[in-house]
T-cell receptor, first 108, second 111 residues
C-alpha cells in the first residue's frame, strides 16, 4: 500500500532559525495535506496542495508539492515559539495516509 | 466552525471489557474516520465511513468495530479491550476529498 515517509523525525531550533520538513510518498499523490498538532492537542489542517509544482505561502510558512507529485516540503522562516508542535503530511483523496510527523521544538 | 466532539478525554478500562468511543460532528460531513495515535507510529486509520450504515476497514481494523446509525455520529467499539489497545484515539470528519477535522481525542488506558 501507499507509504508516506517524513523527515526529520525531530528538530530542535533556536527562535529565529528556519525549519524544513520533507515528505516523500511511494506512489504518486492526487493531493497532499499538511497538519499541525500542538503538544496535547489534536491535528489541525494547514493546507492542501493539488497541482504539480504548486507552491503556497501562509505568512512564514511555505509549502511545496513536487513536480512528480510524490514529495512535498514545509518550510518555516524565522521560527517562533508558537511554531512548536508536530507537523504531519498526509496524502490521499477519500482516505489519508499520514507521515509519522516531524516534531519541532523552538528554544527562545 | 466545524466541531467534532468525542465522548471522553480520558478513559480507563480493564482487559476484556467492551468499550464504546463516541464521536459527533455538526457539519453534515459525509466522511468520518477513527484513528489511533501512538508515539513513533503516527496516525493509523482503523475504520472509516462514507455514509450512514456504511463502513470500511482501514489499515488496522483488528480488534475493533464501528457503527454509524446517524450521519453525525460514528462510534468505535472495542469488543474485548486488551492492553495493546492502550492509545490515543482520534475521530475526524470531512467533506468528500477535503481536509479532515479532528476531535480532541480520547486517551484510553486498558489495565
Amino acid at each position: 500500500g501507499q507509504q508516506v515517509m517524513q523527515i526529520p523525525q525531530y528538530q530542535h531550533v533556536q527562535e529565529g532559525e528556519d525549519f524544513t520538513t520533507y515528505c516523500n510518498s511511494s506512489t504518486t499523490l492526487s493531493n497532499i495535506q499538511w497538519y499541525k498538532q500542538r503538544p496535547g492537542g489534536h491535528p489541525v489542517f494547514l493546507i492542501q496542495l493539488v497541482k504539480s509544482g504548486e507552491v503556497k505561502k501562509q505568512k512564514r510558512l511555505t509549502f511545496q508539492f513536487g513536480e512528480a507529485k510524490k514529495n512535498s516540503s514545509l518550510h518555516i522562516t524565522a521560527t517562533q515559539t508558537t511554531d512548536v508542535g508536530t507537523y504531519f503530511c498526509a496524502g490521499g483523496y477519500s482516505t489519508l495516509t499520514f507521515g509519522k510527523g516531524t516534531m519541532l521544538l523552538v528554544s527562545p | 466552525d466545524v466541531k467534532v466532539t468525542q465522548s471522553s478525554r480520558y478513559l480507563v478500562k480493564r482487559t476484556g471489557e467492551k468499550v464504546f468511543l463516541e464521536c459527533v460532528q455538526d457539519m453534515d460531513h459525509e466522511n468520518m474516520f477513527w484513528y489511533r495515535q501512538d508515539p513513533g507510529l503516527g496516525l493509523r486509520l482503523i475504520y472509516f465511513s462514507y455514509d450512514v450504515k456504511m463502513k470500511e476497514k482501514g489499515d488496522i481494523p483488528e480488534g475493533y468495530s464501528v457503527s454509524r446509525e446517524k450521519k453525525e455520529r460514528f462510534s468505535l467499539i472495542l469488543e474485548s479491550a486488551s492492553t495493546n489497545q492502550t492509545s490515543m484515539y482520534l475521530c475526524a470528519s470531512s467533506p468528500h476529498g477535503r481536509e479532515q477535522f479532528f476531535g480532541p481525542g480520547t486517551r484510553l488506558t486498558v489495565l
